[in-house]
């Protein structure tokens, strides 16, 4: 009897941890240094929240944005740094990268970033692929990157969870993990699961193949979900007599989708399948967060914005695949204004070399929208890779613009960051600053990079 | 209208041409980044004849050419893209719109009758300012084969500029050795010296004959049985390749990225007594005083500082930089045919990372034509090919856009595929 009262503690005890929204595992354990008092004054200050201030001042205090507008008052014990009229922006957030999951160099041995052995492995998480040393990481804060999006691979239908990282030197994946920030299923349209499987003579080999799956996968999921409730819906008495439902992490996680838990970033080019995976988010009652490589989004932006859907794009890339064929270079402008400009676009690299100049990228896209006549200035193209991003991540409340009692990630740039010759000068995260390009030890080296090249030299 | 009327309206429009004066075209009030020695001119003028440059000054005057003001525009020679696979390559991920690889050729493979002018990348680049593409397979074995320079017109009949121009070659990748690979470059290379084809690469046992009578009884083509590997094998057409690089008519452009490697290679360019080419070149600064030396060009690929593998750790974005400070002349290329314009982009972030912005631009221009030996391309100066792009702003910036492209001298459509699927969506 002892023996079976035991063993219903630790059923029901695993059903509460499941239930109470916040897996306890893998927990963040970040926690900034003291990042002091910092005064950055006498700058440009694109704010992220869609205005500009010519020229403002920025106060930093214990980690977070404490004040900003024209002129602040100084306490006493205030780091002051003159921007000069420099540009300053929120950190840029990355919301597709695969650093740490395909680090460099790219080896098979580290190459972690896809479970590609079955159409759907909603049971895998990103996180546990991560390798902190990544040299790539480094490179990406240089560029302004403060916060990243790691996803798995798009070889599946549901590939699994991604996780948002501080992009910060940590031995853990959990001291790198942004607080708070909910988890995000991976899903993938169009080419790459049909390729993968159908190469394999095994089911999806076509488009159709890939909607059975995500609609057999969901079905599975709801009466994961009604086995839950009807549990749950239990006298204590009840439940004392019979096992709590075994516990599937691969259901788990689909549950977490359709509690409105976890947030889903959907890797779909074609503007057809866009719709379809509307529909099927319609069907199961759950909602579609991003569609990421949107290479065609500029097709369906209205259908994108009655759906308040975010589109990530590149600026640029296509001709890879079919799929990416019909690229436009006005694909964000065209996101960004549709139905009356209320689009929510989204510039992502997807590349260890696209993540350094986010801002680049931006600057392409909205260089190409102002030219054919979409008047994009540069305080709205810096959301696309600041608070859209954060938004779609649901960490805005966070992070991705200059406001108070945000974290303070913030980048002072060399000149107007929509141009091939600006660098960052400075970044800090939550207000401590990792990158200084006068401080040839930042940013800090992984533990790779030491002594490679030079082994009394600082980097490599 | 009868025949008889055609007939003479066709004779008197034949004599009209015949009789008329050659075409003129002036370019006016333009900044002109001429990647030549003069430099950047600001607000001024380019008097093109027949589709060659004649003049470039301030105010010049012409009674009978028809003229453009290009107030507030920046002119660039035509960017030339140094590595690419533009018109042999349609989507990477479909093989059967691909025709850069070949397992029954290696070195000899020339890709000229597969070069398709009406490819989508084509007029898609040129509107990036790409006015010439040097087109290389890709197979990946050791040698890919030869490379061609093709116009961007999109002329069915005219596209080939200059065939066969140079040889591709890789050392790494793969399992074997690098030592090996380079060896094998070696062998290859001297077998194909002993070798004696003319102009046809068939040979007939009279000519084996021939030639071991010539060679005082020495059969070459028993040598060439027995002096490589037996994995190996070579045809004809490869072996004339190998020998217009011994000959030293043609370069060998390797791919190769780390110092002790590129020293490697320096070392075997100077036993062959050969032209090389180094692309890549991540790691070219910690031997860029070697470089230098030997007269070296490299091609970069600028904007790439990820140590991608073991042999690119030392990947640095002052690498163009660093090297053009030795005195090593750099080729600006990019590693995406599909984007190879942004090229630029990359030599926009060298010059942020030190390189001086005329080298940039003569590395995206100037260079890969002197390098590659293309006549009368690659800057804007007398006598040279009117292959001009008319530029927003400045041509390395990422905002700026290419307005108008002229190719000797006329006036080309920009227009592309993508830019009609805008059309279509953008009013929506």
């Known amino acids: ?460 | 209208m009868n025949l008889n009327k055609k007939v003479f309206i066709g004779l008197l429009s034949l004599l009209i041409s015949s009789f008329s004066l050659s075409e003129e075209l002036l370019l006016k009030n333009a900044k002109i980044h001429t990647a030549t020695d003069r430099g950047t001119i600001e607000k001024a003028d380019i008097l093109i004849r027949d589709g060659m440059i004649v003049r470039i000054g301030k105010n010049i005057l012409s009674s009978r050419a028809v003229e453009e003001d290009l107030s507030g525009k920046v002119i660039s020679p035509g960017l030339i893209a140094p590595q690419t696979q533009l018109g042999i390559v349609e989507i990477e991920l479909i093989p059967e719109t691909r025709d850069d690889r070949s397992d029954i050729y290696s070195a000899g493979l020339s890709i000229d009758s597969a070069f398709n002018p009406s490819s989508t990348l084509i007029p898609y680049n040129l509107t990036g300012g790409i006015t010439l593409s040097l087109t290389s397979p890709s197979s990946s074995g050791l040698f890919s084969g030869l490379t061609s320079a093709f116009s961007l017109s999109g002329s069915l009949e005219e596209s080939l500029i200059s065939s066969n121009i140079a040889l591709s070659a890789n050392i790494s990748g793969g399992e074997d050795s690098m030592a090996a690979k380079v060896m094998l470059l070696e062998d290859s290379l001297k077998l194909a010296a002993l070798t004696d084809f003319g102009q046809s690469p068939f040979i007939t046992r009279g000519e084996i004959q021939n030639a071991r009578s010539k060679r005082n009884g020495v059969n070459y083509y028993e040598i060439y049985e027995s002096s490589l590997p037996k994995e190996v094998s070579y045809s004809a057409r490869d072996l004339i390749a190998l020998k217009r690089v011994i000959n030293k008519e043609i370069p060998l452009v390797v791919r190769a990225n780390r110092a002790s490697d590129i020293l490697a290679l320096i070392d075997f360019a100077k036993t062959n007594d050969i032209n090389l080419i180094i692309n890549g070149a991540e790691e070219g600064w910690r031997v860029s005083r070697q470089l230098a030396e030997a007269e070296i060009p490299v091609i970069l690929q600028p904007i790439d500082n990820i140590p991608n593998s073991f042999n690119e750790l030392g990947s640095r974005l002052d690498n163009a930089s660093l090297l053009h400070k030795s005195g090593v002349k750099i080729l600006i290329g990019s590693h995406e045919t599909h984007n190879a314009y942004l090229s630029r982009q990359g030599a926009g972030i060298a010059v942020s990372y030190g390189l001086p912005w005329e080298e940039a631009l003569k590395g995206l221009t100037k260079n890969i034509a002197e390098v590659f030996k293309i006549d009368k391309r690659g800057s804007i100066q007398p006598g040279y090919i009117a292959d001009i792009v008319v530029w927003s702003g400045d041509p390395l910036e990422v905002t700026s856009f290419v307005e108008q492209v002229y190719l000797s001298g006329e006036s080309v459509s920009t227009k592309n595929r993508s830019m009609r699927l805008k059309e279509r969506y953008i009013s929506q």
């Open chain 1, 1 to 460: 009897m002892k023996k079976l009262i035991f063993i219903v503690f630790i059923g029901t005890f695993s059903f509460l941890s499941l239930s109470s929204k916040e897996t306890t595992a893998f927990e963040s354990t970040y926690e900034p240094g003291n990042s002091g008092d910092i005064l950055i004054e006498n700058a440009r200050i694109l704010t992220g929240t869609g205005s500009e201030i010519l020229s403002g001042s920025i106060l930093i205090s214990s980690n977070k944005i404490k004040a900003i507008g024209k002129t602040l008052d100084k306490p006493g014990s205030t780091q002051i740094i003159d921007a000069n009229g420099k540009w300053v922006t929120p950190g840029i957030i990355d919301i597709h990268s695969h650093m740490g999951v395909y680090p460099a160099p790219g080896l098979r041995s580290s190459s972690d970033g896809n479970e590609s052995t079955s159409p759907v492995t909603a049971h895998v998480w990103a996180e546990h692929s991560v390798w902190t040393q990544d040299p790539q990481m480094p490179l990406a804060l240089k560029g302004g990157i403060t916060t990243f999006h790691v996803l798995p691979g798009s070889a599946n239908l549901i590939g699994g969870r991604g996780v948002t990282l501080k992009n910060i030197w940590s031995r853990t994946v959990q001291g790198m993990k942004f607080p708070g920030a909910p988890y995000t299923l991976k899903m993938a349209c169009g080419e790459n699961p049909k390729r993968v499987y159908g190469g394999r003579n095994s089911e999806p080999s076509t488009r159709m193949g890939n909607v059975a799956g995500y609609r057999k996968a969901w079905i599975r999921a709801q009466s994961y979900r009604n086995k839950l409730a009807e549990y749950e819906s239990k006298s204590e008495e009840a439940k004392e007599l019979e096992y709590a439902p075994t516990r599937d992490l691969e259901l788990e996680t689909l549950v977490g989708v359709l509690n409105g838990e976890i947030l889903i970033q959907n890797h779909c080019y074609r503007g057809e399948e866009m719709a379809v995976m509307l529909d099927i988010a319609k069907e199961f009652n759950y909602k579609v967060t991003t569609f990421h490589h949107a290479v065609e989004a500029y097709k369906v932006a209205d259908i994108l914005a009655e759906n308040g859907v975010c589109a990530a794009m590149w600026a640029d890339w296509w001709g890879f695949k079919h799929e990416a064929f019909d690229m436009v270079w006005e694909n964000a402008a065209i996101v960004d204004q549709a139905n009356g400009g209320n689009g929510c676009a989204i510039i992502h690299s997807d590349s260890s070399v696209g993540i350094q100049r986010l801002n680049q990228e931006a600057a392409k896209a909205m260089a190409a929208g102002n030219r054919a006549g979409l008047d994009i200035s540069p305080s709205r193209a810096i959301q696309w890779i600041t608070l859209n991003p954060a938004k779609a991540l649901g960490i805005a409340g966070k992070a991705g613009s200059l406001e108070v009692g945000k974290m303070a990630d913030v980048v002072i740039w060399d000149g107007n960051p929509f141009s091939v010759y600006t660098k960052t000068e400075k970044v800090f995260v939550d207000g401590v600053l990792l990158y200084d390009k006068d401080n040839p030890l930042t940013p800090k080296a992984t533990d790779f990079e030491l002594g490679i090249i030079n082994s009394e030299g600082d980097r490599l």
